[in-house]
């Protein structure tokens, strides 16, 4: 089964360009043009992984990604957000906010499929693994 991606921007260059370049790399992708949209097409979709924009208008990236994760059905799908902001901390943020990835545009093609394949990999290893000694007790 493909991996599906779900790119959530704004722009539509940037979301043409990027749908196209994951499609020849073999993945399935579904896009949204805002935070409310990805947000619906997140839990209707159920995608392996979301490229999540930060600058997306009236609901950030950050806004959307919380709301994605608040929501029981869709909290597991691993968010990547990408800015093209040289905003200092906008990787922090992006991390509080519930992305497991951050990464900056113009893109860097390798280095984002780089990140998508390793946010990929925790989730396929994670119901695998033994549960924590916390747990146990």
């Known amino acids: 089964m493909m991996t599906k991606i779900l790119i ?3 722009n539509d260059m940037n979301r043409d360009m990027l749908a196209r370049r994951l499609q020849r790399h073999g993945f399935a992708v579904c896009v949204a043009v805002d935070g409310p949209t990805g947000i619906a097409m997140a839990s209707q979709q159920m995608p392996d992984l979301i490229l999540m924009d930060i600058s997306l208008g009236d609901m950030n990236g950050w806004e959307a990604t919380r709301l994605i994760k608040a929501n ?48 990929l990999a925790d989730t396929t290893e994670a119901p695998a693994s033994p549960p924590s000694h916390n747990a146990r007790q």
């Open 72 to 119: 029981p059905y869709t909290a597991r799908i691993p968010v990547v957000a990408l800015t093209a902001q040289a905003h200092e901390n906008a990787r922090e943020i992006s991390l509080r906010a519930g992305c497991r990835e951050f990464d900056t545009m113009p893109v860097d093609m390798l280095r984002l499929l780089e990140k998508i394949r390793g946010c």
């Open 8 to 10: 959530v921007e704004d």
